[in-house]
């Protein structure tokens, strides 16, 4: 039987609680459709997430799903595929929960290559807890823990899980949907540890204390501000300050994990 889109969602869950303007249904409705255009079922899905506005994605989503603790999304996921490997997983985090809380786990499941699927809602702020910087902060930008601007300098979430050894890494932001739902079917299709950055509006912990504007307004600054990755490799660094690099970034093969530890054990109870 087909499954309708509808499906996907817990409607006994709705109304969400996100605030008016937030980017985090946007990135929902893409995961959906990316699923329902690979074809999956809700039972062959599980998503994981750790704690913050993005992770209450888990609770709307009617997948196999766990609300974990936070940072530590990326560890329960890899008790997951370890136990149920036919399963297409997905993590759930936010940029904090994800490189600050869960940064440590996040590069070590990126140097074994599990195959797991890694979405960071990327609002460059904490939201839920009231606004505190997070590592993709960008410098300069205020927060309740830098109301005179964030002196420390970002991550490059690309960067940072390339030299960790993830296998597929992609930036998009919510201004860029359909790309993003190509984005979310090629990391489902990389068997390995895929990252994929989405950014998304928060008017209310990020946006108001930086005069950014409306959530409208936050979405056409991704228009203006985005350029492809790859026109981006032609171009100056002083042209590059302050643009969004959008697309594939990183792309190799590489053993997976779980397969890799299947086979040596399967080896050495042969021996
Ligand atoms: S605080 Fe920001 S990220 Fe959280 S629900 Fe509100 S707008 Fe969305």
């Known amino acids: 039987m087909q499954t309708l889109l509808a499906d996907f969602v817990r409607s006994s869950r709705l109304p969400h609680i996100w605030c008016p303007g937030c980017g985090n249904g946007l990135i929902m409705g893409s995961l959906i459709r990316a699923m329902d255009a690979m074809e999956l079922k809700p039972k062959e899905i599980a998503i994981v997430s750790g704690i913050g506005c993005s992770s209450r994605a888990a609770g709307y989503l009617n997948m196999q799903t766990l609300h974990t603790t936070h940072g530590r999304a990326v560890a329960f996921a890899t008790g997951l595929k370890m136990a149920r490997p036919e399963l297409k997983v997905f993590i759930i985090t936010g940029d904090g929960d994800s490189t600050a809380i869960g940064g440590n786990h996040f590069i070590h499941a990126a140097r074994r290559n599990i195959d797991l699927n890694v979405l960071i809602f990327n609002n460059n702020i904490y939201g839920m807890t009231g606004g505190q910087a997070s590592p993709l902060t960008p410098q300069g930008k205020k927060a309740t823990t830098a109301p005179y601007g964030n002196a420390e300098r970002n991550f490059d979430i690309m960067n940072l899980s390339k030299g960790a050894g993830a296998t597929f890494a992609a930036r998009v932001t919510t201004y860029h949907l359909r790309m993003l739902d190509k984005i979310i079917k090629k990391g489902v299709e990389n068997k390995g540890f895929s990252v994929?950055?989405?950014?998304?509006?928060?008017?209310?912990?990020?946006?108001?204390?930086?005069?950014?504007?409306?959530?409208?307004?936050?979405?056409?600054?991704?228009?203006?501000?985005?350029?492809?990755?790859?026109?981006?490799?032609?171009?100056?660094?002083?042209?590059?300050?302050?643009?969004?690099?959008?697309?594939?970034?990183?792309?190799?093969?590489?053993?997976?994990?779980?397969?890799?530890?299947?086979r040596r054990v399967s080896r050495a109870l042969k021996q």
């Open 196 to 262: 994929i950055e989405a950014l998304t509006p928060c008017p209310i912990g990020y946006g108001r204390r930086n005069k950014m504007g409306d959530a409208s307004d936050m979405l056409n600054s991704y228009k203006e501000n985005s350029i492809p990755y790859e026109k981006s490799k032609t171009m100056a660094p002083e042209d590059l300050v302050g643009k969004i690099t959008v697309g594939i970034h990183h792309e190799e093969q590489a053993p997976e994990f779980v397969e890799e530890y299947s």
